[in-house]
């Protein structure tokens, strides 16, 4: 069984900084894509970054400039650096990835984290 499990969120006085990790475990072979999305009250889910196996990343607009997604492979972690952050950054963030088991049958599933909430004060 594989689990996605995220930290690091709270609350945060705007123009400040909070880190999140969201670290998977269970029974993995590999993962391919990392992503972070956030979903806001009363507003769809949307994709903040996104890092490939070989660390290549994207942003959506809205964050780029302020937001870094890495990932530490060997502790099959991502994380999201996030500064200068704003009120309208506040959402539950969630962390998702493309992972590849092989119990109980050998395929790639996406996963999805609980969810770490993040609150940026005016």
Request: glycine share 10%.
């Amino acid at each position: 069984q594989v689990q996605l499990v995220e930290s690091g969120g709270g609350l945060v006085q705007a123009g400040g900084s909070l880190r999140l990790s969201c670290a998977a475990s269970g029974s993995i072979f590999s993962i391919n894509d990392m992503r972070w999305y956030r979903q806001a009250p009363g507003n769809q889910r949307e994709l903040v970054a996104s890092i490939t196996s070989d660390g290549i990343t994207t942003y959506a607009d809205s964050v780029k400039g302020r937001f870094t997604i890495t990932r530490d492979n060997d502790k099959r972690t991502v994380y999201l650096e996030m500064s200068s952050l704003k009120p309208e950054d506040t959402a539950v963030y969630y962390c998702n990835a493309d992972i590849k088991v092989t119990r109980p049958i050998a395929a790639q599933f996406r996963y999805w984290g609980q969810g770490t909430q993040v609150t940026v004060s005016s």
